[in-house]
């Protein structure tokens, strides 16, 4: 591997920190948004919007930074012929010390995911509520709105009528 220090990381360049803080940033913003909305006990939509589809839109672009910058880096290093550093990085897993990172690396990624997995599927919630529907894709409809909250119908949601049921008529409709 090398002596200590010698190998620099492809990540240590400002275009991979920058997306590293943008990640970190978006994630603690948007686990504060997700206990805002849990803590407030009434539907908001504006903070369901930036909770479940602004906040990971951030989180996805921070990460595509970050590589970005490893790949720039990588290519960097390439053109000079720099024997700094390899262009791609060496693991070794018989190495204590990399397994580590490695294990470290890949629990992290996979928490990642499953938080992100987690808030797309929420982001597929919000959009079916009548809270979206009522307050923020059809606002020019609000006294429709409020006669829907007042009348028999304020038991049924409105994509049950509206929408329909299911992936096709979601992807028909919203996307």
């Given at each position: 591997?090398?002596?200590?220090?010698?190998?620099?990381?492809?990540?240590?360049?400002?275009?991979?920190?920058?997306?590293?803080?943008?990640?970190?940033?978006?994630?603690?913003?948007?686990?504060?948004?997700f206990?805002?909305?849990?803590?407030?006990?009434r539907?908001?939509?504006?903070?369901?919007?930036?909770?479940?589809?602004?906040?990971?839109?951030?989180?996805?672009?921070?990460?595509?930074?970050?590589?970005?910058?490893?790949?720039?880096?990588?290519?960097?290093?390439?053109?000079?012929?720099?024997?700094?550093?390899?262009?791609?990085?060496?693991?070794?897993?018989?190495?204590?010390?990399?397994?580590?990172?490695?294990?470290?690396?890949?629990?992290?990624?996979?928490?990642?995911?499953?938080?992100?997995?987690?808030?797309?599927?929420?982001?597929?919630?919000?959009?079916d509520?009548?809270?979206?529907?009522?307050m923020?894709?059809?606002?020019?409809?609000?006294?429709e709105?409020?006669?829907?909250?007042?009348g028999?119908?304020?038991?049924?949601?409105?994509v049950?009528?509206?929408?329909?049921?299911?992936?096709?008529?979601?992807?028909?409709?919203?996307?």
């Amino acid at each position: 591997m090398g002596p200590k220090g010698k190998r620099g990381r492809l990540y240590h360049n400002t275009v991979s920190y920058f997306g590293g803080l943008v990640v970190i940033v978006a994630i603690l913003i948007t686990l504060f948004l997700f206990a805002v909305n849990f803590s407030i006990g009434r539907a908001n939509p504006y903070v369901g919007i930036l909770t479940y589809m602004i906040g990971p839109g951030i989180i996805t672009v921070g990460i595509l930074i970050f590589l970005y910058g490893t790949r720039w880096e990588s290519r960097r290093r390439r053109k000079a012929g720099s024997q700094e550093a390899l262009p791609y990085p060496k693991l070794d897993l018989n190495d204590e010390h990399q397994r580590r990172l490695f294990t470290l690396a890949l629990g992290g990624s996979s928490l990642l995911a499953i938080f992100l997995i987690f808030l797309a599927y929420n982001a597929y919630l919000f959009t079916d509520s009548t809270t979206f529907c009522g307050m923020l894709c059809h606002r020019v409809m609000k006294p429709e709105y409020t006669a829907y909250r007042n009348g028999p119908h304020a038991r049924v949601v409105c994509v049950d009528c509206h929408v329909g049921s299911g992936v096709p008529w979601y992807v028909k409709s919203k996307l």
